[in-house]
């Protein structure tokens, strides 16, 4: 059987949002995985296929504006469609936004 649903992945460090997020997501009908650390996100894009990233912003080891340069700038993963999530003040999340040229940004809730 095929899946037809469009494909989100959430990269967030923290456990609570990923949850909520899949939740979420999964109740409104998309296919969703999770990821807790900026490393090895390449890996499972390639492996997953997302349609569209969610991507927290503040993560230890690899900022999540330094991991969508990254990935916009690879040939394999340059035209996943990259949403920044993220609680920082709306103005910081649109201007790393902007910089990093990725598509727009949703703020979280505290």
């Known amino acids: 059987m095929h899946d037809d ?3 989100i992945l959430v990269v967030d460090d923290d456990e609570r949002h990923l949850e909520l997020a899949r939740s979420i997501l999964e109740a409104e009908g998309y296919s969703v995985r999770t990821h807790a650390s900026g490393f090895g996100v390449s890996g499972v894009m ?7 990233v969610l991507l927290d912003i503040t993560m230890p080891g690899i900022p999540g504006d330094d991991l ?5 700038a690879e040939e394999r993963t340059r035209h996943t469609l990259i949403v920044f999530y993220s609680s920082l ?10 910089n990093r040229r990725v598509r727009g940004f949703i703020r ?3």
Do not use: N, T
């Open 68 to 72: 969508a340069a990254f990935l916009l």
């Open 46 to 52: 390639q492996a997953f296929r997302p349609d569209l």
């Open 5 to 7: 649903r469009k494909k």
């Open 89 to 98: 003040d709306e103005s910081d999340i649109m201007r790393s936004a902007v």
């Open 108 to 110: 979280k809730g505290h």
